[in-house]
């Protein structure tokens, strides 16, 4: 009796020896791919735990959405479209090459049967070839996604050596910065009343091969954007070890001599003699400064010349809380640098040592210099907006063209430095001290002046629209010929000193009350839209001056 099989069971036979094959070549991929996903849901599991109860507070809907906020097709929405619609193309390509078989296997009995008797063997010898050719591609098919498994795993290890190799990288350029040498030095020695030397030797610094372990970790960042922040972690912690403000040598200047009360001809030859001496003091101790260190300079030029793409990364990515990753650089020593065109910005810079510094048109937007020294430090066409300058000392510094938008000067020094044609919009300058500082063509728009000491101070062609003067000092000797004063408020000011600028026309546009002190020339008379009968009180005062703006335009 003849075994008879029906085309279903041809076909099954077929897929079962097809899935065999596939096996038996990718047994080995197959069971390591299984198994490292066991491990890594176990990895998980374990990490999921821990975060539960190192956190115990968190909340039950948190609890509730954790694993689908964290989960893959969330993290990687990409990847997971791709492989939905792979998958979408391969089962209908499965099924029609299943059905194609099915057929051809169905017809063939038939062909079989009449194979003598037909004239043309042609249908026959088509219909073998058609199922040779489904039988491939239905292996190919099958074989298709192990292939793809085989390729990211080969991607995955690939993507491990790399690390792997940029780890060593690091790690040999870290070695690099602490390399040191041995040099010989003459040591004097006093033995008997008598000097003599000897030849000792010390370890110093290898500058050579700490500069090239530099330009090493700047390639890395370069080369690879999940180390960026820690390179930068790295060289920041370098500068503030190698060049701490608290070892270096005393910075010699006397205080800046106190402006005389009243100012007369009695006092002004005095206060005139001492500035020169403190300015001629300052000059030359700025021009003995010594530079910093080679591998110190190399790396703050490493860290400024960072790419736009990095500070973006730096700024999109959370650090140590939920703060964005900014430049740690508290405390450091960096008399004499030369940091011009750099880019420092959000940079935190606070209780740094930067007298006689280069910030030549350097970026500094957002960056932290609170309590700074900064005394004949060059800032002209630097870019500071939104930086905190409270406290800092920046005597005779030059800060001509810079971009100063909403900085914050709370109780800086600056006497007699040079802010022509600084962009000082809404600034803050409360309880600063200006004494001849120059504002000529400073744009001081919305500019706050509460306790502002303002003596001597030239403010010819400054915008001060909008700006708010409250107790601040003026003398005889500021120049007060802003270029408009539209919105400008004087809350309880003396303007009674002013010796340039106090027509009464000057002051057209702006508001005040009772509380300011008139200059004799007026008289009687009292700026229009003055509150001329009262004195208001400050909440009354800032709500008329805020609808005397509005009425304005601003």
Not at 334 to 349: M, P
Not at 535 to 540: K, R, S, Y
Request: charged residues 25%.
């Amino acid at each position: 009796m003849a075994f008879e099989t029906t085309p279903l069971q041809l076909i099954a036979v077929l897929l079962a020896l097809c899935v065999l094959a596939v096996l038996a070549t990718k047994r080995g991929d197959i069971a390591a791919h299984f198994r490292r996903r066991w491990e890594a849901r176990q990895m998980r599991y374990y990490r999921s735990l821990r975060e539960r109860y190192a956190k115990p507070d968190r909340s039950l809907r948190y609890s509730l959405l954790h694993p689908l906020t964290h989960s893959a097709i969330v993290r990687r929405p990409l990847l997971w479209l791709i492989k939905m619609a792979a998958a979408v193309i391969w089962l209908p390509l499965f099924a029609s090459i299943i059905w194609g078989l099915y057929e051809l296997i169905q017809s063939l009995p038939d062909l079989l049967r009449h194979a003598g008797t037909a004239p043309d063997p042609l249908p026959l010898r088509l219909t073998l070839l058609g199922i040779t050719a489904l039988t491939a591609a239905l292996g190919a098919l099958v074989a298709f996604p192990f292939t793809i498994l085989r390729t990211q795993y080969n991607a995955r290890q690939t993507h491990a050596a790399e690390q792997g190799h940029i780890t060593d990288r690091i790690s040999k350029a870290v070695e690099a910065l602490g390399a040191e040498k041995s040099a010989k030095r003459r040591v004097d020695k006093w033995s008997k009343g008598r000097k003599t030397y000897v030849i000792e030797e010390v370890s110093e610094p290898n500058v050579e091969v700490r500069i090239g372990g530099i330009y090493a970790l700047e390639r890395i960042s370069q080369d690879s954007e999940r180390d960026h922040i820690r390179i930068m972690e790295i060289l920041c912690a370098y500068i503030r070890e190698n060049a701490p403000a608290d070892q270096a040598p005393p910075f010699e200047l006397d205080p800046w001599p106190d402006y005389p009360e009243e100012l007369n001809e009695a006092n002004q030859d005095f206060w005139d003699n001492a500035m020169k001496s403190w300015k001629r003091a300052l000059h030359d101790t700025i021009a003995k400064l010594k530079a910093p260190r080679p591998d110190i300079q190399t790396a703050m030029d490493v860290i400024g010349r960072r790419s736009a793409r990095r500070i973006r990364f730096e700024q999109s990515r959370k650090h140590r809380g939920q703060e964005t990753y900014r430049l740690d650089l508290r405390g450091v020593n960096l008399r004499g640098a030369d940091l011009s065109r750099l880019n420092l910005s959000r940079a935190k810079l606070e209780r740094s040592l930067l007298q006689g510094a280069s910030f030549l048109s350097a970026n500094l937007d957002g960056a932290d210099l609170a309590q700074a020294s900064l005394q004949g430090a060059d800032f002209s066409a630097a870019c500071l907006a939104g930086a905190d300058l409270k406290s800092a000392n920046l005597q005779l510094a030059c800060l001509l063209g810079a971009s100063l938008q909403a900085s914050d000067f709370t109780s800086a020094s600056m006497q007699e430095a040079n802010l022509s044609g600084a962009q000082l919009q809404y600034a803050i300058l409360s309880r600063a001290k200006l004494h001849i500082a120059d504002f000529i063509n400073a744009n001081l728009s919305g500019a706050k002046f509460a306790r502002t000491q303002m003596q001597a101070v030239d403010l010819s062609h400054a915008v001060l629209q909008g700006a708010f003067f409250q107790k601040t000092v003026f003398d005889s000797a500021t120049t007060f010929l802003p270029k408009t004063l539209k919105g400008a408020a004087f809350l309880d000011v003396d303007l009674s000193m002013l010796r340039l600028g106090a027509e009464l026309g000057r002051f057209r546009g702006s508001f005040g009350d009772r509380s300011a002190k008139p200059h004799p020339l007026w008289g009687k008379s009292r700026p229009d839209k003055w509150e001329k009968e009262e004195t208001l009180g400050f909440t009354n005062f800032m709500e008329h001056w805020r609808a005397h703006c509005k009425r304005l335009g601003l």
